[in-house]
T-cell receptor, first 115, second 117 residues
Framework: AQSVTQLDSQVPVFEEAPVELRCNYS??????LFWYVQYPNQGLQLLLK??????LVKSINGFEAEFNKSQTSFHLRKPSVHISDTAEYFC?????????????FGAGTRLAVHP | DTAVSQTPKYLVTQMGNDKSIKCEQN?????MYWYKQDSKKFLKIMFS???????INETVPNRFSPKSPDKAHLNLHINSLELGDSAVYFC????????????????FGQGTRLTVV
């Protein structure tokens, strides 16, 4: 069965510093991976996804994640963060069971960007 | 235009009451979901419907009863509310065929914060 582990519950960082949010998954089959972001008091928004092809995927706001099959990881990175990036970030893997799909989420990582 | 909309956004109610949360999606998706986010931000799927048919039920108490009048709507009714039901409930939808092919990312609503007092 697939599962997702986000190794850090909180990541404090100063503005303009680089950041990495770690995500590891366990799966014995082909993997679809996602990062969702939840800004304060809002719903989840898809940040980026890996379905197939290039292992490096990018979002429009400067985040990127790399699918690493050998390390079963899908870490999220940004070279220079902004105050507005403060949010909860969730890594998720698609689980296919009984003919249908569902997303399995990690516990989330709170990114707190300080001035 | 809101893709997945939930109402109400906030819901405060007393223990023992019955309440409903409504969800509508205008994306033309076949599959809809309810997720529960607890106080520690942990997200867990509760139900999934595909074309009005229940396909996933993750051992949720039977006080929770989803209803899908059509594939664009998935409402959640909760009977005899308990303190432990306090959480944020998210509705979501995704595109996909009955066998899950092509069913990938999910689009989420803004959430309904339920507080049981």
């Amino acid at each position: 069965a697939q599962s997702v582990t986000q190794l850090d519950s909180q990541v404090p960082v100063f503005e303009e510093a680089p950041v990495e949010l770690r995500c590891n998954y366990s799966s014995s089959v082909s993997v679809y991976l996602f990062w969702y972001v939840q800004y304060p008091n809002q719903g989840l928004q898809l940040l980026l996804k890996y379905l197939s092809g290039s292992t490096l995927v990018k979002s429009i706001n400067g985040f990127e994640a790399e699918f690493n099959k050998s390390q079963t990881s899908f870490h999220l990175r940004k070279p220079s963060v902004h105050i507005s990036d403060t949010a909860e970030y969730f890594c998720a893997v698609r689980r296919f069971s009984g003919g249908y799909n569902k997303l399995i989420f990690g516990a989330g990582t709170r990114l707190a960007v300080h001035p | 235009d809101t893709a997945v909309s939930q109402t109400p956004k906030y819901l405060v109610t007393q223990m023992g009451n019955d309440k409903s949360i409504k969800c509508e999606q205008n994306l033309g998706h076949d599959t809809m979901y309810w997720y529960k986010q607890d106080s520690k931000k942990f997200l867990k799927i509760m139900f999934s419907y595909n074309n009005k048919e229940l396909i996933i039920n993750e051992t949720v108490p039977n006080r929770f009863s989803p209803k899908s009048p059509d594939k664009a709507h998935l409402n959640l009714h909760i009977n005899s509310l308990e303190l432990g039901d306090s959480a944020v409930y998210f509705c979501a939808s995704s595109q996909g065929k009955a066998q899950g092919v092509g069913n990938t990312e999910a689009f989420f609503g803004q959430g309904t914060r339920l507080t049981v007092v």
